[in-house]
């Protein structure tokens, strides 16, 4: 039955057409596309990005002081003369203050759907979240109304929506990134065609080459490279920046000294409370704890309290952490760091080797890590990761167990930065080769260098233990904290209230204004994020 409707409106065409002289625009080939090959069609997707009133999510639907997007990369990120990035780079036609129904139809006419006739239903996949649901029904709303397009919505569980993404398996797709570190190649180097976080499976040869040129590049010819990258993102229409994140949290009161980083990362290595104890809920249930794997916040949190990388960041400062001293030099290619006494939480010194170790392991191409290309700026690092060049080839030289030689492809101002991110970690040799996939989830195997170490692991939660190895113990003021993963955000923040749990980083949109008002444990602190969707162009 279906086949004959589909012959006879066929029909019915062909013969309009002839009596018409042919003044109809939609193609008999865009009347049968599918959803995955229409949003292949740029006039598609800035009309889908368009006829969204970004302005109405963040005022109607999330409620948290996030900002309108109208670029990926987020306020707060700086060129090299100090002006913020998104002042100068615009906003690619996109509105804040509301959509742009009129250019959005006539591109979704311009592409064979006058007034979304004969468009595919289209699906939203995001991982389960209150915040995101509301979100997406929003939006299916919105394409309703502004295109007469019909929209599916489908969450998953976060690491069945996270597999799904990395494969492809998704038409268009809820995303966010924070900033590893506050310079704008943290947001641009997500996309280049060889990093494994391109989940829009997007490939372009002049942004591959703007961004690896901005890494040799420096001032107002870096510049122009990194805007120009964005601006090859945006006019591609890759992904649609919805908005700019803040990040609303929790904190009793007892709590003292907590540090919140500006890349969005919980510290708890100088925090105080009244009983040495703290719980804290991580919201979602952690894929690894391998600083090799990571790809996610809820795995970054707990390995920026187990491990210590060669700088750490305190009050916004970048201090010397692991590395003791450092020097660069004048052309700001070549970093020597000098450790200082330091032990693994089984009493082994912690060496050179270990940072050489787990760099390298990061950036071979048998290992394969999400965050690999975090390592490019190093030289010989991306060659080794593409199969072109050994391990021996790559610049990192250990030149005695307290002393790392580190020469870059280019001068990287914020180098010692990325130091303090996780896939920098230091890990052993001897512990990973144990059990390569599993060691660092397995309390009686993982050893760690930072404040804490992971005494117990379940399913859902995980307690961690002040490290008496730990170089700066002293500093250490709490005994353990137990780390909660509930992921409802209502049964959260009840938890909270009832004064079950101390830390939150998420609360419902509808409490938010009884929250702000009644409430001196609520704040919204900024975030250097961006939420999108992004389209699947996977060929």
């Known amino acids: 039955m279906y086949k004959k409707k589909v012959y006879l409106i066929v029909a019915m065409m062909m013969m309009l057409a002839f009596s018409t002289g042919c003044q109809g625009n939609i193609d008999d080939s865009a009347q049968k596309a599918t959803a995955k090959e229409v949003i292949k069609d740029m006039r598609v997707r800035k009309a889908l990005s368009l006829a969204i009133d970004r302005n109405a999510i963040v005022e109607e639907v999330t409620k948290g002081g996030e900002m309108p997007a109208t670029g990926y990369i987020p306020p707060g990120v700086h060129d090299s003369k100090g002006i913020d990035f998104r002042e100068t780079s615009g906003d690619f036609g996109i509105d804040p203050t509301g959509a742009d129904t009129e250019e959005a139809k006539r591109l979704l006419s311009e592409a064979g759907f006058p007034d979304g006739e004969g468009f595919p239903t289209i699906e939203i996949l995001y991982n389960t979240n209150d915040q995101q649901r509301a979100v997406a029904q929003a939006i299916q709303e919105m394409w309703k109304q502004n295109l007469n397009i019909n929209t599916t919505i489908a969450n998953q569980e976060f690491g069945v929506f996270m597999e799904n993404r990395f494969q492809g398996n998704f038409e268009i797709s809820a995303g966010a990134w924070f900033g590893d570190y506050s310079d704008p190649m943290t947001f641009l180097d997500m996309f280049t065609s060889y990093s494994g976080n391109n989940v829009a499976f997007w490939k372009n040869e002049e942004f591959d080459k703007a961004v690896e040129d901005s890494k040799t590049l420096k001032g107002a010819e870096r510049d122009e490279k990194l805007y120009r990258a964005e601006e090859l993102m945006m006019g591609d229409s890759i992904l649609m920046p919805l908005f700019y994140y803040t990040s609303p949290l929790m904190v009793q009161n007892r709590v003292s000294d907590w540090e919140y980083t500006s890349i969005g990362q919980w510290y708890f290595g100088n925090t105080e409370t009244d009983d040495s104890r703290l719980v804290w809920n991580l919201s979602a249930e952690p894929d690894t704890l391998d600083p090799a794997f990571v790809s996610s916040k809820d795995g970054g949190h707990i390995i920026n309290n187990t491990f210590e990388g060669l700088m750490r960041e305190i009050d916004g400062e970048y201090l ?19 450790l200082r006494d330091a032990a693994w939480s089984d009493g082994k010194p912690v060496t050179a080797h270990d940072f050489e170790y787990a760099w390298k392991r990061a950036m071979s191409p048998e290992v394969a890590s999400w965050y690999g290309y975090q390592m490019f700026y190093i030289k010989g690092a991306m060659e080794y990761y593409e199969g072109s060049a050994t391990a021996d080839e790559v610049g990192i030289e250990v030149i005695d167990d307290k002393t790392l030689k580190v020469e870059l492809a280019g001068p990287t101002p914020y180098f010692l930065e990325l130091t303090a991110f996780f896939t ?45 190895d730990y170089w700066n113990k002293d500093s250490v003021k709490l005994e353990e904290v137990e780390v909660l993963m509930i992921v409802d955000e209502f049964t959260q923040l009840a938890a909270l209230e009832s004064g079950e749990i101390d830390v939150i980083e998420t609360v419902p949109n509808q409490e938010i204004p009884r929250l702000m008002l009644e409430d001196d444990r609520f704040q919204i602190r900024p975030a250097l994020g961006t939420y999108f969707y992004v389209f699947n162009l996977k060929e």
Do not use: C
């Open 320 to 338: 010397p952490a692991m590395a003791e001293s450092y020097e660069i030099s004048g052309d700001q290619t070549t970093y020597t760091f000098h």
């Open 424 to 468: 920098y970690m230091p890990v052993r040799e001897d512990i990973v080769e144990q059990d390569p996939e599993g060691w660092a989830m397995n309390p009686d195997l993982a050893v760690s260098n930072g404040p804490f170490v992971v005494a117990d692991y379940k399913l859902g939660n995980m307690m961690l233990k002040a490290n008496p």
